[in-house]
Structure formats: C-alpha cells, structure tokens
C-alpha cells in the first residue's frame, strides 16, 4: 500500500490528486465558520476529536503537521471528514491497533500500518461520493426509504394481532414477523432461551448465520470499491473485509436495533432540537405528569362567539395573503429542478406530494385506523393538487426545503456526530460502552422518550395526533420497534435497499464474479477469501 499511489488515486476515472477538499479546508457550497487566516479556538468536542484523530491516525513523524496535510480527503466537504475521521479512528483504535501493536515492533510501526489502512479507507470513500452523487437522493430519503418503514409497520402490528390467535398455530411473534418479511441475514429463534438472549444483549444461535451474510456483503462491497492493487492481496481483503463485516455492520446494527438504543436515539434528537427553546427547560416527567387531554373551554356568550369568529377570519384571510404572496415570489426567483446544479433531475412521475413519507407518517401515527376519516379527506384534498399547476409550485417548494435543511453538510455532521456519541460515548470503546440496561432502567429510558415525544407536540393537536389519551398513543407509536428481532429486519432491509442504489452491481453477480470481473481472468487463481 504506497502512500504517493494513494495521494494521487483515481476514483471513477477522476484524478483526486492534489484535490482543494482537505480537512480544515473551504469547499465549494459549504460555509465552512472560521475561514479566515485568524485561527478560531476549537470548542471541547472539536478538540476532543482532533486530538482522538492525531493520536490515532497520523503517523509520528507527522504529529506536528496539521490534519489537512496529512490525511487524505474522504469526501468533498472538511466538515464531513473530520466527524468521518472520529469514527475510522475510534474503530481502528479499538480493533486494529488492539492486536497490532501486539506484533508491530514499535509505535512507529503501528502508526504506519494505521496509515496505510486510512489511505484504502479514504478511497473506498471518495468511491462511495462519487456514486451517490448519481443517485437520486432525494427520492431515496423521502420515497424508498419511507416505503420500507410502511412496511415494517403494517406487518409489525398485522403479526403482532395474529399471536395467540388460531391462526399462528402456537408460533412465536418472532416467527410471525419473519413470515411476513423473511430475510436470508436473519432466523428467528428456535427456543425461549434464544429470546432471551437477543433481549438481554448476549449472542444468539442466529448470530452465525447473520455474520456470514454480512461477510459475504462485505466482500462483494469491497470487490467493486477497492482499488485493483488492493482487491489482489489477499491479505487486505481479509482485513478490510474483517473490519466491515464483523466491526462496522455487525456492531452497529446489533447496537441500533436494541429498542433501548432507539429510545435514546429518539430522546437525543427531540433534545438536542429544543436546546434554546423556553419549553426545553421543561422536564419530560413533568410533562408526563401533566394531563394529556386539552381542557374543555369555557362556553362563551353569542357576541363573543362571533367576535373570535370575524377575528379567526381575518388571520386566516391575512395568513392566506402572506402565503399566497410568498408561493409567487418563490416561484419567480427558484429556478426549476431541472436546471438546479448538482441535483439529479427528477422522472416525470416523481412529484413530492405522491411520495410514501406521508403516508408513512400516517401509518406511523395508526391514523388509518384511528381517524379514517381524516386520511380520506386529506388524500381526497390533495389528488387535484398532483396534477394542476399549484401542485407543481408546491411540488417546488418541499424540494427547496429539503435541499437547504437536509442535503447540507452541517445535517451530515449532526447526524454523524449523534451516532459517533452514541456507539463510542465520551470518545470510549465500542464493545462495552456501559453495563447493559437493567429491566428498571429500560422503563426509565421508555418514560424519557415517552415525555420528550409529549414536549414536541402541541398541546392543542395532541388529540388529533396522538388521541384522546396522548400517553397512549406515544406507546403505539414507538411499539413497532419494541423488538429487537424486527428491528434488524428494518435496518437490513433499508440497507439492502440502499447498497443496491449505491452498488447496483452487487445485484446482478455474485462477489466472486466481481472480483474476477475487476481482476481479470488471470486472477481467478487467487485464493478465495
């Protein structure tokens, strides 16, 4: 693994040598604070993390050099490779350089093996950009995506009625589940031992087969992303192929279908979103303890009534205007979709208000059995909108949306950031973050999400959204991932789902044909991994 071939590799034809986008460097669409020549004191999490980045990834005889000279870039935007480099990092610290070091002579040594392992790293990821940016993200995140949720509820709770019922003959809800949404990854326990063992996070009898799945995704990933030089060494395959399957894939989706993890996950987002809100300093068990329901008002009498009437009209009618005046001028200065830069256009039939995020959230909220009415009414509202031109202005507006407050790299950093925090806490290892959460202190972490969820929502739609009991209906709406069972059949079936977005390869020859594929036949000698 030369260090001047990986400087100057080329990803999909694309020379990336001498490239501007370094850590700590501008790019081009990004605000980058700080730009200036004065420097900026970093806050503790930022230095935290540089510091975790240079004691781990660089080389000693580059300690004093700054990262932006010394680590390739991973992708086009600096911000998105620091938070990126925590998590190489953090894994390569823990289980790279834990055997390592046992046969390296020295810190030099171990520090340049780590160095070398970052260069196959960065390109694989400069692949992976150059991919998505063929991708149609957009529809991706608010269609696909969205579409496997929906199914995951409706079969969730479809399983969930048929145990103990004639009909599941004496099955497990596991059995059921898998039934409805069989994965080759998965198999449902056999025995109420094996239950218990996924529910207390020790390993189960399944884990074997879940393990040779992923590794042999791992060598397919790698048999398209890997550079030619390093698909033939056996040696990197195996390592690489290690780290992705056993360290990368297996522990994060093992720690993300934990129902507690996604508890946590859920309370971190809610208040890290209410931080500089007056309602944040509002405990979630004081909002538990106050009533859910909204107060029956007080009957008033009939020159009040229509008072608060004429007055409702006219903030309507005033709300209308303003918003009227703003479709139009919006309308006149955003350019169409199709000569937005950087923005794969959209298929004619792809309009945003037939997407299935909608719907979804619907299903999410149990609305279509709680308030069928509302959803045929909205759906009914909402049909001569996808064709007429008001559609097409709004079609516009939610795509404005989208790219400015999702696809940005500052969301890509807070999203990185959150599930770094939460797979590595304070920075620590992976394997043992904390003791694994007692019976009580799942009930804690429940009630938490339970009160956070309540703060979010207005206390005036709390009955439309949530129901006459809004507790209750918090607990409907996190019940479809109580379980950890088909919590791993979501995450697996959204990353089948993108992987063959991103690698469409991997859906039309098996890894060993793409590896002989990019090697040539000359290569099919080589030892299989």
């Given amino acids: 693994m030369s260090n001047t071939r990986r400087h100057a590799s080329t990803v999909n034809g694309t020379s990336t040598a001498g490239s501007s986008s370094t850590i700590g460097a501008n790019s081009p669409g990004v605000s980058i604070p700080g730009g200036s020549s004065t420097p900026v004191p970093p806050s503790t999490a930022d230095d935290a993390t540089t510091t975790?980045?240079?004691?781990?990834?660089?080389?000693?005889?580059?300690?004093?050099?700054?990262?932006?000279?010394?680590?390739?870039?991973?992708?086009?935007?600096?911000?998105?490779?620091?938070?990126?480099?925590?998590?190489?990092?953090?894994?390569?610290r823990q289980f790279v350089q834990g055997w390592y070091t046992r046969i390296a002579d020295d810190d030099v040594a171990d520090r340049a093996f780590v160095y070398e392992v970052v260069h196959v790293i960065a390109h694989v990821s400069?692949?992976?950009?150059?991919?998505?940016?063929?991708?149609?993200?957009?529809?991706?995140?608010?269609?696909?995506?969205?579409?496997?949720?929906?199914?995951?509820?409706?079969?969730?709770?479809?399983?969930?009625?048929?145990?103990?019922?004639?009909?599941?003959?004496?099955?497990?809800?596991?059995?059921?589940?898998h039934a409805l949404q069989p994965h080759p990854a998965l198999v449902p326990p056999r025995h109420e031992d094996d239950v218990a063992e996924q529910s207390s996070g020790t390993s189960s009898p399944s884990d074997d087969v879940e393990r040779k799945f992923l590794a042999v995704l791992?060598?397919?990933?790698?048999?398209?992303?890997?550079?030619?030089?390093?698909?033939g060494s056996a040696t990197e395959r195996t390592l690489l192929r290690s780290l992705l399957a056993d360290v990368v894939l297996w522990k994060t989706i093992d720690k993300l279908s934990e129902p507690?993890?996604?508890?946590?996950?859920?309370?971190?987002?809610?208040?890290?979103?209410?931080?500089?809100?007056?309602?944040?300093?509002?405990?979630?068990?004081?909002?538990?303890?106050?009533?859910?329901?909204?107060?029956?008002?007080?009957?008033?009498?009939?020159?009040?009534?229509?008072?608060?009437?004429?007055?409702?009209?006219?903030?309507?009618?005033?709300?209308?205007?303003?918003?009227?005046?703003?479709?139009?001028?919006?309308?006149?200065?955003?350019?169409?979709?199709?000569?937005?830069?950087?923005?794969?256009?959209?298929?004619?039939?792809?309009s945003l208000l037939t997407i299935a995020l909608f719907p979804t959230a619907a299903r999410l909220l149990n609305l279509p059995a709680r308030q069928p009415w509302l959803m045929s009414t909205i759906e009914l509202l909402a049909l001569p909108l996808v064709s007429l031109p008001?559609?097409?202005?709004?079609?516009?507006?939610?795509?404005?949306?989208?790219?400015?407050?999702?696809?940005?790299?500052?969301?890509?950093?807070?999203?990185?950031?959150l599930s770094r925090h939460?797979?590595?806490?304070?920075?620590?290892?992976?394997?043992?973050?904390?003791p694994y959460p007692s019976e009580a202190e799942k009930r804690a972490i429940l009630k938490r999400v339970h009160g956070n969820i309540l703060r979010v929502v207005p206390v005036r739609v709390r009955k439309?959204?949530?129901?006459?009991?809004?507790?209750q209906g918090v607990e409907e709406l996190l019940s479809p991932f109580e379980n950890k069972f088909a919590n791993k059949h979501l995450l697996y079936f959204l990353f089948d789902m993108v992987i063959v977005k991103v690698l469409p390869e991997l859906a039309q020859k098996t890894p060993e044909e793409l590896k002989v594929w990019r090697l040539g036949e000359e290569e099919t000698g080589v030892t299989s991994m």
Avoid: W
């Fill in 464 to 471: 439309q959204v949530l129901g006459d009991d809004a507790l």
């Fill in 390 to 417: 008001p559609g097409s202005l709004i079609d516009r507006l939610l795509s404005h949306f989208f790219h400015k407050y999702i696809m940005t790299s500052q969301f890509a950093c807070s999203v990185l950031a």
């Fill in 218 to 231: 791992s060598k397919g990933v790698l048999a398209v992303l890997l550079p030619s030089e390093d698909l």
């Fill in 260 to 350: 507690f993890m996604v508890h946590e996950i859920i309370s971190k987002v809610i208040e890290k979103s209410l931080i500089g809100n007056p309602d944040a300093v509002i405990e979630p068990e004081v909002i538990l303890s106050q009533k859910t329901s909204v107060p029956s008002p007080k009957p008033a009498n009939l020159i009040d009534s229509a008072r608060s009437f004429i007055t409702s009209v006219m903030s309507f009618l005033s709300l209308m205007q303003a918003g009227i005046v703003f479709l139009i001028s919006f309308a006149r200065s955003t350019p169409s979709a199709a000569h937005q830069p950087g923005k794969p256009p959209n298929s004619p039939n792809s």
């Fill in 422 to 434: 939460t797979l590595f806490p304070d920075n620590g290892p992976m394997a043992e973050p904390r």
């Fill in 52 to 92: 975790l980045i240079r004691n781990t990834l660089v080389p000693t005889s580059a300690l004093q050099r700054p990262l932006d000279e010394t680590l390739p870039a991973l992708t086009s935007f600096p911000d998105i490779d620091k938070e990126l480099y925590g998590f190489i990092a953090l894994i390569l």
């Fill in 126 to 177: 400069r692949s992976l950009e150059e991919r998505l940016r063929k991708v149609e993200l957009e529809m991706l995140l608010l269609d696909d995506v969205p579409l496997v949720l929906d199914a995951h509820l409706r079969d969730f709770r479809l399983a969930r009625q048929k145990v103990g019922t004639a009909y599941a003959a004496g099955r497990s809800f596991e059995d059921m589940f």
